[in-house]
């Protein structure tokens, strides 16, 4: 177990290496006997945070033994086997923690239900004791001066963070990053696209490296990852998540949210997340409107009765894609839902793009300098620095270009975006945005919906060498720009075996009934299934438990 600890502390604060995983697996082979687990076809995917939890209580499982598992994985099949690169960094500390958690259940107990459970983060998301560069070579080996709240909140609560995960630069600009310079892949079909910018999240979510992910959404980039990925995931209310210690594309925009495999997982992990952050006057607005128990709200009986509208403006013209989002609203009638059309306005459908952008590109060169503040002097302190640094830059991409010119010409874009005192923010702000948030209520309120539903891409996952990576993501943009939480739940797959995704879309701070209704058509479909290139490796083993509630 020692080497164990060593070759995991020697991996931290670098790219991850294979040569230099392969010790840690051989040791997790070579355990005695009598301290494995059971070979059975049962790996990780299946189980639930609460399957963990009662296996944590039977003393079939630790969180040693859970993290050993999660860092096997992780050889096996992020730089081996499929070689999905989803990782950046790992926790060198991840083990001992697990131990010292393990050791706290026997004496106390657990702190919540994430007690012992690992968890990745984006690699925007400010982690004190490990870097956090937001996938740029601009920030390489900057270390914050401390958590993120959401990240104090979920080691306060048990959490074990696990690692760091790939993202498109700075959240945006497409798959790649100057930081790794490699592509990740779908581990459903490595020919095709994870998605992004949460990419790294969502491949290591679906693939088990983790039972938990943190990722971040300013038009999408949750969602993106979670349809083709095929997970579970929540873009929350405006408000209800703190931005402190996140690197910001627009604070009006951004959101950071949970990825599971299961509405169980990303229900309990929100719980654990929110509360009024004083650094943050954004969550003034969740005072008195968040929980900290969402699974309380899981029913699977939540369909009978619901009323559902089917946003068909975000259909497209693939016939896999129609054809799953066909059968759920099938499946959702079958429960009990009565399903309607509903229709967006169209001159919103044409400017919604527009709106966007014209808050997001001045807040970028207002907000990125606020955050750079917190770091070093050898960091650039303004956009104009950023821009001037990336001219510099020499390193190339394995294909002989310079590192990421999409995200770096995207730079001259936000600097030359407008002015936080220009009439078009202003518009946009004070009025534009709180006038889609009252457009969505008011279609909703109509027809006396709960949830409005379609497709989050209305194409599968884009092949690896498409131009366009996020082509079919036409209707992600709504809830950005009202503020509105949009949950994420696979729905099927298509003949080619290529997740589909379906969003539940509601009105503000309406997240216990948007898990309500996830989780009744979670269950009455069990759409979700692990991928075909990450499967259990042959000591990976979560016990099932026994009688009428197995799985």
Known sequence: MLAMMLTVARLAHRRLDRRALLPLLITVGAMPAEAQMPAQPSGIGWAT?????????????????????????????????????????????????AR???????????????????????????TGDMPTTGGSALLAGAVPPDDAFIVKKLRDAGAIILAKTALSELASGGILSSVGNYFPKNPHDPARTPS?????A???????????????????????????????????????LSHDGVIPLSITLDMAGPMGRH????????????????????????????ETDYTQFLDAG?????????????????????????????????QGATVVDVRFPPWLL???????????????????????????????????????????IVALMPDGSRPNPVRWN???????????????????????????????????????????????????????SAINHFEGMVGTNIASLAGLPDLIVPAGFTRRGLPVGISFLARAFSEPRLFALGYAFEQATRARRDPIHTPPLPREHVPRPAGPGGR
């Open 350 to 392: 044409a400017v919604k793009g527009d709106w966007y952008f014209t808050v997001r590109y001045p807040e970028f060169r207002s907000q990125i300098e606020d955050y750079l503040a917190t770091l070093g002097p050898e960091y650039p302190k303004t956009l104009r620095e950023m821009i001037e640094r990336s001219d510099r």
């Open 49 to 97: 945070i609460e399957d963990l939890n009662a296996a944590f209580d039977s003393g079939e499982l630790t969180a040693e033994r859970l993290i050993e598992m999660s860092l096997a994985r992780i050889e096996a099949y992020d730089q081996a086997g499929p070689e999905l690169h989803a990782m950046l960094w790992l926790n060198e500390n991840a083990l001992e923690r």
């Open 302 to 334: 939540a369909l009978e009765g619901a009323r559902i509208g089917i946003a068909r403006d975000f259909l497209g013209n693939d016939d896999g894609v129609n054809w799953v989002v066909e059968a759920a609203l099938g499946t959702m009638r079958a």
């Open 196 to 200: 992004g910018s949460s990419t790294g």
């Open 410 to 464: 995207i730079f001259r874009e936000e600097e030359a975006g407008g002015e936080l005192t220009g009439y078009e923010y202003v518009a946009m702000r004070e009025h534009g945005f709180p006038m889609v948030q009252a457009i969505v209520h008011g279609m909703l309120d109509a027809q006396d919906l709960d949830a409005i539903v379609y497709p989050p891409s209305n194409t599968p996952p884009a092949l690896r």
């Open 263 to 290: 509405v169980y997982d990303v229900a309990a992990m929100l719980g654990v997340m929110t509360g009024i952050d004083p650094a943050d006057p954004t969550t003034r607005k969740s005072e008195g409107r968040f």
């Open 202 to 240: 969502g491949i290591a979510v679906a693939a088990s490296f983790a039972q938990l992910g943190v990722g971040t959404d300013t038009g999408g980039s949750i969602r993106g990852p979670a349809t083709d990925n095929g997970i579970v995931a929540l873009r929350p209310s405006h408000g209800l």
């Open 100 to 126: 010292e958690l393990d050791e706290e259940r026997r004496r106390s107990g657990p702190r919540s239900p994430l007690h012992g459970i690992p968890v990745v983060l984006k690699d925007n998301v400010d």
